[in-house]
């Protein structure tokens, strides 16, 4: 049960299998301890006699992230900590899952038993394996994937549970490599390429839009983004019809994808910089799950719109002051080229809209603002009341944290410009989060449920991993959006 493309190569720590009951030898056993008063063993067919006893007299704790390795009559077993026992939920499993997965060193075969989740146990192993090896001329010699047994019970549901948690973790390492990809290997025309490739493996309807398309059918945003640089946009529309020919609800995907971002003539300050390969985040995102609905038969009508520029500065470039024509007739006045992901999203999303979906959802890596606002690990979700508070709560539920924001009033004056119908910056330090998604909303069908998420912090780690999150590309919203197609797909 695989999913690859063609891109530098992910390092994948572990393979999973599932068993109705535990191998006749297991090989190493991992077993969840927890805290509250003292070290406590939650039920699991692992433990062996003496094992509590034997953790407790080596040390551990049973705190969220630690892993202990005991020896009994010459059996290994790796505990790993879920933290206080009356706080634990799913998340505190998937993390703690994901722990374990980077601390198997060594280890070629193990057993898990699922009594606490089939789910957050699947994921937590595959997303805490995930090893990014790049292109190293000479990578450090990697040891076999480990290979373990999840056992789940004889029910046709467990076996239908663990293999959706397979498909949306793959699906997340694929938004992850993609992200992790250096911009002189992934920008608008191969990052086309390998959504073709990504289309052909899951059976999904795509066309790609070359420049000359997009200059003829006025997609001004994306051209205006992308003409500073010698390597020119795209626009690609990916369609999962899961509908059978049945009346169904139709949903719109939409994701920011700025193959790097120099920030054009507005240039960036020069640290850091290199994290801007970054910037295509959401598109990877929405690639990722319009795929992973496509393999798990979600049956909604779905179409994803993904723009895709290179920000570069050259004499070609647009230009602070300039005025633009979107995609419908809106015209939009660029006061500041580093506010270049909502210029393409502006085509997208009207494009996206002129079918009239009933629910849109969009994604970018758009503004410091966001970090500012809810630090790095929280996305903001803005856009339809009802259903931007659903889809925060969903984010929450998947462990990708998500809290609501408004859109505010008060900045419908600072929208305006005096020789456009809109300025896409206002030149305050105020609500500059909130300010895009204003500016969003201007390209969103009056009738259509939409929710705009902005995940410049979530999506890049540029701290040390931790739970089920490594360091940089961190696969963010993918397990959210997969949830709220299948949710929407069921009402």
Known sequence: MTFEVSLP????????????????????????????????????????????????AVGARGK??????????????????????????????RRAAGALARNLTGVERATVTTELGIRPIVEGLLLGGYRYTGMKTQPEEAEAPVRITVVGGDSAEAREEFERAVVVAESTLLARDLVNTPGNFLYPETYARIMEEVAGQCGLDVEVYDEEYLAVNGFGGILAVGKGST???????????????????????V??????????????????????????????????AIAAAARLGVGAR?????????????????????????????TSEVLNTDAEGRLVLADALA????????????????????????????????????????????????????WSMPLLEEQEEELRSPIADIRNVHNSRNGGMLYAGLYLSRFVHEDTQWVHMDIAGPSWNTGSAHGFTPKRATGTPVRTIVEALSELAGK
């Not at 301890?33 to 692992?46: F, I, M, Q, R, W």
């Not at 494009?351 to 979906?357: K, L, T, V």
């Not at 969009?362 to 856009?383: I, W």
């Open 231 to 253: 390597r020119p946009p795209r626009l690609v529309h990916l369609v999962w019809d899961g509908t059978e020919g049945a009346s169904s609800r139709a949903i719109a995907l």
């Open 64 to 93: 969220q992230g630690e892993v202990t390795r005991l020896l009994i009559d010459d059996h290994l077993t790796l505990s790993f900590g879920l933290g206080d026992s009356d706080e634990i939920d799913e998340d505190a499993v």
């Open 302 to 330: 779905i179409e994803a719109w993904l723009p895709l520029a290179e920000n570069m500065p050259s004499g070609s470039a647009t230009r602070p002051g300039d005025v633009i024509t979107h995609y419908g007739g809106l």
């Open 255 to 288: 994701g920011k994808g700025i193959t790097f971002d120099t920030g054009g003539i507005s240039l960036k300050p020069a640290p850091q910089m290199e994290d801007m390969i970054s910037d295509m985040g959401g598109s990877a995102a929405q690639l990722a």
């Open 9 to 56: 190569a992910r390092g994948t720590t572990v393979e999973l299998e599932f068993a109705t009951q535990v191998p006749t030898d297991p090989g190493v056993s991992l077993v969840p301890v927890t805290s509250g008063d003292g070290l406590e063993l939650p039920v699991t067919a692992l433990a062996v006699e003496g094992l509590l006893e034997g953790l407790e």
């Open 351 to 402: 494009r996206a809209s002129e079918d009239q979906p009933d629910y849109l959802i969009e994604v970018a890596t758009l503004t410091g603002a966001q970090m500012v606002a809810l630090g790095t690990r929280t996305c903001a979700v803005m856009g339809s009341d009802e259903f931007r508070d659903r889809v925060a709560e969903i984010g929450r539920a998947v462990g990708e944290n998500a």
